[in-house]
């Protein structure tokens, strides 16, 4: 087998809040106030293969996002490494590092609050492939147009200011941004949630667009599963921090598996079931706090089991393809 563009393995990401002068002077007294762990991704891996188009969906606080950020070098994991083109990004030399940092971007969910309102459009699109020197200044110019050619974007605005954009164009800003620096695989975290549905259509097809034009990767971060099914070859189902279900879009629209998956797709409105009765997922995600033992899902899941609430399940080939991590498809 080839060696995948991007391997996420066994990775965790933990953000801790500290006790602040009071709750240490507190915790002293003998007050049971400790650290605070938000525990935001938990034993994560994932292989996504050149080309490829990689949906991850779940509820919102399931931490996709944080998952994003990690991949694309804002955070740093807590723990596990990341590989990208079968070498670990930890222990990359300086100049391999650069060179990776550069070919992971990441398309934020909000283009207002992720573009600076004090720089102009050229220097947004144009500041990082000059300063990486794929550029000149004296070339920044034309190099610019080009980008926002691609995008679909008059080059005539690039001396314009954030603020002065519909929603839509600052989304394709944020994309120029990413596309400037010649990257190979893009994070979309949430990218079209913020647009009107009109503009998110147009906006999915400059992503696939893009994807075979550049011959890009993506890991394409959403909660919606109409978006999902239309550009995505493989979904990932994610929950509470871990994988609980990861097959082709088709099988997994399909035939779920994951008691988890079928409740999201249950949820998803569809024209040829209009007077079929809504029931949500009985009571809200755990906080990442406090995650429960064994599976996360198992306060939630209609088929929970002793063994669930003390053994984290293992994932269990259902199909070609197609892994769940449940324990009803394990022996008894």
Do not use: W
């Not at 190099?143 to 005539?156: A, F, N, R, W």
């Not at 198992?298 to 053994?311: F, G, I």
Request: with cysteine; net charge negative.
């Amino acid at each position: 087998m080839s060696t995948p563009l991007l391997e996420v393995r066994n990775v965790s990401k933990r953000f801790v809040k500290r006790l602040d002068l009071a709750g240490k002077i507190a915790a002293r007294l003998g007050s049971d106030i400790a650290d605070e762990t938000v525990h935001a991704v938990d034993g994560f891996s994932l292989s996504v293969t050149k080309g490829e188009v990689v949906g991850l969906v779940g509820e919102s606080g399931c931490g996709k996002s944080t998952l994003g950020r990690v991949v694309a070098g804002i955070h740093p994991a807590t723990e596990g490494q990341i590989f990208f083109e079968g070498e670990d990004v930890a222990t990359m030399s300086a100049a391999s590092r650069r060179e990776a940092t550069l070919a992971i971007q990441m398309i934020f969910q909000d283009p207002f609050a992720s573009l600076n309102p004090r720089m102009l459009v050229e220097n947004i699109i144009g500041e990082a492939p000059r300063y990486h020197g794929m550029t000149t200044s004296a070339g920044m110019s034309d190099y610019v147009d080009e980008v926002m050619t691609k995008v679909g974007l008059d080059p005539s605005l690039k001396k314009r200011y954030p603020h002065q954009f519909s929603g839509g164009q600052r989304q394709r800003i944020g994309i120029a941004r990413a596309l400037a620096v010649k990257p190979k695989f893009l994070v979309c975290d949430e990218a079209i949630a913020a647009l009107d549905v009109s503009i998110q259509a147009q906006v999915i097809n400059l992503f696939m667009d893009l994807r075979e034009e550049f011959d890009l990767t993506y890991l394409f971060i959403s909660h919606d599963l109409s978006v999902v099914e239309h550009i995505a070859d493989r979904v990932v189902i994610m929950y509470l921090g871990r994988i609980v279900e990861n097959a082709a879009t088709e099988e997994i629209f399909a035939r779920p598996n994951h008691p988890y998956t079928q409740a999201l797709l249950a949820e998803a409105p569809r024209l040829d079931q209009r007077k079929r009765d809504f029931a949500p997922i009985k009571g809200e995600i755990p906080s990442p706090l406090h995650p429960p033992g064994g599976c996360h899902f198992h306060p939630r899941c209609p088929h929970a089991m002793p063994r669930c609430a003390v053994d984290i399940p293992r994932f269990s080939t259902v199909g070609a393809g197609h892994e769940s991590a449940c324990h009803l498809n394990e022996p008894a």
